[in-house]
């Protein structure tokens, strides 16, 4: 498509879009099919500074109308290049509700119903956001508005999605997330989460839980709540490499400035027995009790369709009968030495199926544990010797 024709066809669906009834949500709409437009049609590096301007102008950006439309609401700005906003409910108006405080960990896959609702719930009526570097605008808020039936419905549930993750602390974003009752985090990649979100989206969220909101997250989304996370900067790995070398690069454990506080001396991992992800589990959790010098750390390993939820010092797991959540508490000292395989002791792994209900922070010694070891790079049951 020429750059006439790419300008032309802007033009038009900006002028439809964008007139003196012009709400708030359509501008926003505008403004996202113009820069969905662009993206299929011309990078957006390539685009003129001017056809840029023409065409969000064209949306209502610079215009009094937008303005005059708005004016009584207080709504969030527009986002900027590089951001999308989607799946946007209510008026725009912050609720101002006060939500329960209440952390949902899953495990990837289908979302648990349940555990779901109680997320969605749990902000009391107020402002959800869904934060995502990946994916669909408008499944979750879909989902979490009427197909959950939550009482009370939540105001407005929208999806912020950074096409380009270092614009994270665009001013659209950081004021969504800051009138925000309950974030979720979608799955996706924890290297974008973790390594190319800005400072300024980490302490945005820090101050969702610091303020008593509700947090939530699957798959790589709950992989970065816990105050230590193996961030894949470098990309994946498999429980046979980490156990082999636990040092190696890819063996890649950080520390989320947004970790909730919950999860204190705690690292999460997902899509767990049906990755085989136990081993580098156990990695992971010895290079955190190394690099922290921690006498003891946990783990927490879910399978896919199941649910953690974390609220008044209290764990509840719900599965929906699918499988279940692993807990590892290793005690240290722990050594470990470059290229040489894991060797652990002082190790206990419990499991915990649907419709447990159990005090928070768990206590192995009033628990079902198993106690384990890895003896050169070996998981195994019982203690070692």
């Known amino acids: 498509m020429s750059l006439g024709r790419t300008t032309s066809k802007a033009y038009t669906l900006a002028a439809h879009l964008a007139g003196r009834e012009m709400r708030c949500l359509a501008f926003l709409n505008c403004q996202r ?15 003129s500074p001017a056809l840029l301007v023409a065409l969000f102008v064209g949306c209502g950006v610079a215009s009094t109308e937008y303005d005059s439309c708005c004016e009584t609401l207080d709504t969030c700005p527009a986002p900027g290049l590089g951001v999308r906003v989607g799946g946007f409910t209510g008026s725009g108006e912050d609720a101002l509700a006060t939500p329960m405080r209440r952390l949902i960990l899953m495990g990837g896959g289908a979302e648990d119903d349940l555990a779901s609702r109680s997320f969605v719930e749990s902000a009391g009526g107020g402002d959800i956001v869904i934060l995502r570097a990946s994916g669909s605008l408008t499944s979750y808020p879909s989902y979490f508005s009427s197909s959950l039936s939550p009482d009370p419905a939540p105001a407005s549930v929208v999806t912020l999605l950074t096409d380009i993750p270092q614009k994270g602390a665009d001013p659209a974003v950081l004021c969504w997330l800051g009138r925000a009752e309950a974030v979720w985090l979608a799955g996706g990649r924890q290297s974008v989460y973790l390594g190319l979100w800005p400072s300024e989206l980490h302490e945005a969220l820090a101050d969702v839980s610091e303020r008593g909101g509700a947090v939530g997250g699957t798959s ?75 006498s003891s750390v946990l783990g927490i390993g879910l399978d896919e369709r199941v649910a953690v939820i974390l609220e008044n010092d209290s764990l509840e797991v719900s599965t929906q009968g699918y499988d279940g959540a692993w807990f590892y508490e290793l005690r240290g000292p722990v050594s470990l030495a470059p290229g040489t395989p894991l060797n652990l002791s002082g190790l206990r792994r419990i499991k915990l199926g649907t419709g447990s209900h159990v005090p928070w922070p768990l206590n192995f010694d009033s628990l079902d544990a198993e106690q384990m070891h890895v003896d050169d790079g070996v998981v195994k049951l019982g203690a070692p010797g």
């Open 33 to 47: 099919q113009t820069q969905d437009l662009l993206q299929r049609s011309l990078p957006l590096d390539r685009a």
């Open 220 to 294: 790589a989304g709950a992989v970065s709540l816990g105050e230590a996370a193996f961030d894949a900067k470098l990309g994946t790995v498999t429980s046979e490499t980490a156990l082999e070398n636990p040092l190696s690069a890819l063996v890649s454990v950080s520390y989320p400035t947004f970790a909730q506080p919950e999860l204190s001396g705690v690292l999460v991992d997902s899509h767990f027995r049906q990755r085989s992800r136990e081993g580098r589990l156990l990695a992971f959790l010895a290079r955190f009790i190394s690099e922290r010098d921690y």
